[in-house]
T-cell receptor
Framework: ELKVEQNPLFLSMQEGKNYTIYCNYS?????LYWYRQDPGKSLESLFV?????AVKQEGRLMASLDTKARLSTLHITAAVHDLSATYFC??????????FGQGTRLTINP | EAQVTQNPRYLITVTGKKLTVTCSQN?????MSWYRQDPGLGLRQIYY???????DKGDVPEGYKVSRKEKRNFPLILESPSPNQTSLYFC????????????FGPGTRLTVL
């Protein structure tokens, strides 16, 4: 059974700094997803990582996947307040079943 | 606009009063799923459907029913709601091929008194 763990669970950082959120998963996952959730809102798809070594970037966010280490990272560059949200990673257990991490609540302070 | 819609968005009800939360998608997705989100527990899958008339249990199906009579609709039914079903519910859909990226509805906040 696939288990997905994120760390840290809470992250408070200053604008302009860089940081990384880590997503470890326990068994083989064909693909890895990153979602963003604003308070009281739905989940917005950020990245879909389909293979080992995949790297995707959108603005100040960059996601990567290392299937050998069973690790995905979400890197934030020069953080801005608008990136404050909760970020989830999710692995695919098969048959479309997504298993989510606990989420990382990111707060970016001016 | 491509989207997943849910109704109602907010619902307060009492124990035992049957309710249905509707979910509809206009993207011709084969796959649809229901999740509940609870503080400290993340998102957990309740039921999913790979196509019309095909449904299966997720991780936390007890107390819930679903049906998939049409491709676009996937209602969640609580026959006798209890307070432990107070939660935030999300419907999601995706294609069965390609990236399988799931698109989520806006959520339904349910309170059972």
């Amino acid at each position: 059974e696939l288990k997905v763990e994120q760390n840290p669970l809470f992250l408070s950082m200053q604008e302009g700094k860089n940081y990384t959120i880590y997503c470890n998963y326990s068994t083989t996952s064909d693909r890895l997803y990153w979602y963003r959730q604003d308070p009281g809102k739905s989940l917005e798809s950020l990245f879909v990582l389909l293979s080992n070594g995949a790297v995707k970037q959108e603005g100040r966010l960059m996601a990567s996947l290392d299937t050998k280490a069973r690790l995905s990272t979400l890197h934030i560059t020069a953080a801005v307040h608008d990136l404050s949200a909760t970020y989830f990673c999710a692995g695919d257990q098969g048959a479309q079943k997504l298993v989510f991490g606990q989420g990382t609540r990111l707060t970016i302070n001016p | 606009e491509a989207q997943v819609t849910q109704n109602p968005r907010y619902l307060i009800t009492v124990t035992g009063k049957k309710l249905t939360v509707t979910c509809s998608q206009n993207m011709n997705h084969e796959y649809m799923s229901w999740y509940r989100q609870d503080p400290g527990l993340g998102l957990r899958q309740i039921y999913y459907s790979m196509n019309v008339e095909v449904t299966d249990k997720g991780d936390v199906p007890e107390g819930y029913k679903v049906s998939r009579k049409e491709k676009r609709n996937f209602p969640l039914i609580l026959e006798s709601p209890s307070p432990n079903q107070t939660s935030l519910y999300f419907c999601a859909s995706s294609f069965l091929t390609g990236t399988n990226e799931q698109f989520f509805g806006p959520g339904t906040r349910l309170t059972v008194l």
